[in-house]
C-alpha cells in the first residue's frame, strides 16, 4: 500500500514539474531590465538624502555656527567632503548602470554586469567605511571649538547624541545596503540565467 502512494506521489510530483513553464527569454529580460531600474532609483535616492544632508550641513556652518579654529575647518571638510564624494559615487553609479545593456550579446552583457555588481560591492564595503569613518572624525574635531561655545554638559551632549544619531544612520545604510545588494544579486542571478538561455 505504501508503494502504490509512494508511486502516486511520485506521479504527482512529475505532473506538477512538467505543467512548470521556464519563463521566456523577453520576461527574463524584462525582469532583470526591472531590477536595474529598481537600483538605479536607489541610486536616486541615496543622491537625495545625502544633498539634502549636505546642503544643511553646509547652511549650519555658514549661516548658524560659522566656525573660526583651524581643526573645526579640517572637520568641516572631512564632514562635507565625505558627503560630496559619496553624492559623486553615486551618480557614477548611475552612469555605470546605463552601461550595462541587456541587448547586448550575452558575454557583454553578463561581464558588464558582474563589473558592476563587484563596484557596488566594493562602494558598500571599504569605501562607505572610510567615508562614515572620516566624517565622524570630522564630527568630533568640532568638539574642542564647540567647547569654547557651550558648557561641558552641553558638549558631552552633543557628543553622544552624535553616537546615537549614528547608530541610527548607520542602521539604515545598513538596510539601504542589504536591500541594494540583495537586488543586484537577483538581477546577477537573471543575467546568468539569460546567459544559459
Known sequence: MSDLLEDLKNKWDDAKEKNL???????????SKKKMKGAVNMHIGNIAILTITLIGISAFFIYVAPLQWVLSHIGIVLMTGGLLLRILIECYSIYRAS???????????????LRFYAYRKRIHGPVTISILIAYTLGFYLLTPEFATYF??????LIDLSYLLAAAIFGYSIRKGIKDEMRLLNEWKELQEEIAKE
Open 151 to 156: 558648557t561641558t554638559t552641553q558638549v558631552v
Open 21 to 31: 513553464q521556464r519563463p521566456s527569454t523577453a520576461e527574463v529580460i524584462n525582469l
Open 99 to 113: 552601461k550595462v545593456k541587456i541587448s547586448d550579446s550575452t558575454a557583454v552583457s553578463s561581464g558588464k554586469s
